[in-house]
């Protein structure tokens, strides 16, 4: 069975800050997804992680996955509150990746001033 | 475009009441999913389509029935509701790539459901 597991699940910081939610998972993969959720809306696509090694940044946040260690991270560089959020990877069930997504729990991310 | 839109976006249900949420997407993919979504729990799979007359079961399956008619629409049925079927539910859709891996899922606003 796959298991996604992300850490933190809760996480309050202070504005400037840097940091790193990481995302576990069980099975062999090889793509890897980050979404954002605001609070009562729907979920936004951050990142899309299709390799070993491959690593995206858009603006402060900052992916990366190593299928070997089955380990994903999102950075966060000198937080700000509007990043303030639920973060949420996913990977694959299954091979080509069309029969839908298992999701972690997701970092639930406060930013204060 | 539209993206993808559910209807409807409130509901409020009893118990052995049944109902029937609509997805729709405008983006000609392919593969269309349903999740649902529990405090604490993340996105569940509970359907989900590769294609127009389509269906297989993702994660959590019971209770809930499905059907891919056209492309464009995913219906998620429910036959006899019960509480624990109180949730927010997600419809998502995705494509193939032209290097043949799927890409991101494209979310819709949800329906959040409540059984009483």
């Known amino acids: 069975e796959l298991k996604v597991e992300q850490n933190p699940l809760f996480l309050s910081m202070q504005e400037g800050k840097n940091y790193t939610i990481y995302c576990n998972y069980s099975?062999?993969?090889?793509?890897l997804y980050w979404y954002r959720q605001d609070p009562g809306k729907s979920l936004e696509s951050l990142f899309v992680?299709?390799?070993?090694?491959a690593v995206k940044q858009e603006g402060r946040l900052m992916a990366s996955l190593d299928t070997k260690a089955r380990l994903s991270t999102l950075h966060i560089t000198a937080a700000v509150h509007d990043l303030s959020a639920t973060y949420f990877c996913?990977?694959?069930?299954?091979?080509?990746?069309?029969?839908?997504?298992?999701f972690g729990k997701g970092t639930h991310l406060i930013i204060q001033p | 475009n539209a993206g993808v839109t559910q209807t409807p976006k409130f509901r409020v249900l009893k118990t052995g009441q049944s109902m029937t949420l609509l997805c729709a997407q405008d983006?000609?993919?392919?593969?269309m999913y349903w999740y649902r979504q529990d405090p604490g729990m993340g996105l569940r799979l509970i359907h989900y389509?590769?294609?127009?007359?389509?269906?297989a079961k993702g994660e959590v399956p019971d209770g809930y029935n499905v059907s891919r008619l056209k492309k464009q629409n995913f219906l998620l049925g429910l036959e006899s509701a019960a509480p624990s079927q109180t949730s927010v539910y997600f419809c998502?859709?995705?494509?193939?790539?032209?290097?043949?891996?799927?890409?991101?899922?494209?979310f819709g606003p949800g329906t959040r459901l409540t059984v009483l």
């Open positions: 996913a990977t694959s069930r299954g091979g080509g990746g069309a029969d839908g997504l298992t």
């Open positions: 099975t062999t993969s090889d793509r």
């Open positions: 992680l299709l390799s070993n090694g």
């Open positions: 983006m000609n993919h392919e593969y």
């Open positions: 389509s590769v294609g127009e007359g389509t269906t």
């Open positions: 998502a859709s995705s494509y193939l790539r032209k290097d043949l891996r799927t890409d991101t899922q494209y």
